[in-house]
């Protein structure tokens, strides 16, 4: 039987993450880099007081789906879904959602924390609102809330402003869990369940507020390989080991391997992984329309992007997940975006005169008819 190629899910830089960033941007005053989400400006044009975004780590549409069903707030509150950035991966996505930049723009590709022009800094300088970030540890200038019921609360408490705001809340999970234990485990869902739940009585709790849940990438549950134990005649060729994400890796060739090079790791994971060299990165424009940023670090000759299950540790001492990200998976790539608002409460003493004024007005047409 013929081998089948995996095909590809690729970023769409027009309807992701980043273009929710960019509404958010439009929103309060700032004029975005890129495109913004047409159904997300409908919304804010609500005119709501207050904007939070939370993002919840590795909530892929499949993982989403698997944990909860249709009748749980999260799947009922589901708008679309639409796409991740490349390579999907926390650092990536959440410095493009924070900073309202491609990836080629801000040139992030490995773990860090983001410390340039961040969307809180353009939207507290625009004037027409006051940003904040809800984390579980130190960032951007705040706090950090290790706790669940701390992060709710500081949630919340952003909510409780006197003037119109923008909230970031980031928590790490079910990533985390999901690296581990794999999609399908118990405690997976439990940590779902109880973030969907969480989110239900912080909506309830809040008034004239707009909510978007959302992810940083999704999940695939994965197939470990070894480039050093198993594939020694590829590592010969390198001129160090290998860097980036083992579903999305960068090589650095020796020059006199170069085409050698190409065509036995074709060889051996031609199904399973796309092959391309820095420029033709470049050129598809997987990291995002924009100017490359000066120190766009972690690109070498070649760049391997799993299509497949199958992960490529450079050896046995690697940390080995059941699940993993960076690919170019429908998995990895599709994320869900998650929409819930709610009006101002109205005073009671709004709802007893306009009773009053129905009584006067029904005594005053039987007097006169």
């Given amino acids: ?142 706090k950090g809330h290790e706790n669940l019921n701390d992060w709710f609360k500081e949630i919340r408490k952003t909510t409780q402003q006197e003037g119109r705001t923008f909230t970031y809340a980031y928590w790490p999970e079910p990533d985390s869990l999901l690296h581990e234990l794999g999609n399908g485990s118990r405690d997976v869902e439990k940590v779902i369940r109880e973030l969907n739940n969480g989110i239900i009585d912080l909506c309830d709790s809040t008034e004239d507020t707009v909510y978007f849940i959302t992810a940083d990438h999704g999940h695939m549950s994965i197939q470990n390989l070894f480039l050093e134990e198993d594939y020694p005649d590829l590592c010969k060729m390198l001129e160090r080991p290998v860097s980036m994400e083992p579903r999305a890796i960068s090589f650095y060739v020796k020059p006199e391997y170069k085409d050698d090079f190409r065509r036995k790791f074709l060889d051996c994971f031609e199904k399973d992984y796309m092959l391309l060299t820095k420029e033709e990165v470049l050129e598809k424009q997987l990291l995002g329309p924009g100017e490359p940023h000066s120190n766009l670090t972690g690109i070498g000759d070649y760049v391997a992007i799993a299509t497949s299950y199958k992960t490529l540790l450079w050896n046995k001492k690697c940390n080995q997940f059941r699940s993993h990200h960076a690919g170019l998976t429908k998995n990895e790539m599709r994320i869900p975006l998650i929409w819930f608002e709610n009006k101002p409460k109205k005073s009671p003493w709004i709802a007893y005169y306009t009773i009053l004024g129905m009584v006067v007005a029904f005594i005053f047409w039987i007097l006169f008819h």
């Fill in 1 to 142: 039987m013929k081998n089948i190629k995996n095909e590809p899910t690729f970023p769409d830089y027009t309807d992701s993450i980043l273009n929710l960033s960019c509404s958010i941007q439009k929103h309060f005053g700032d004029e975005p880099l890129h495109e913004t989400l047409p159904q997300v400006d409908e919304i804010l044009s609500h005119g709501h007081k207050h904007v939070v975004v939370i993002l919840l780590d590795g909530l892929s549409m499949e993982v989403l789906q698997y944990n909860l069903s249709y009748r749980d707030f999260l799947r009922r509150h589901l708008l679309t879904d639409y796409s991740s950035v490349f390579p999907p991966t926390t650092t990536t996505s959440t410095t493009s959602f924070v900073t309202g930049k491609s990836p080629i723009e801000h040139g992030l590709l490995d773990s860090d924390i983001y410390s340039e022009q961040t969307i809180f800094d353009k939207i507290n300088k625009a004037g027409q609102g006051k940003a904040f970030a809800v984390m579980p540890f130190d960032a951007y200038g705040f």
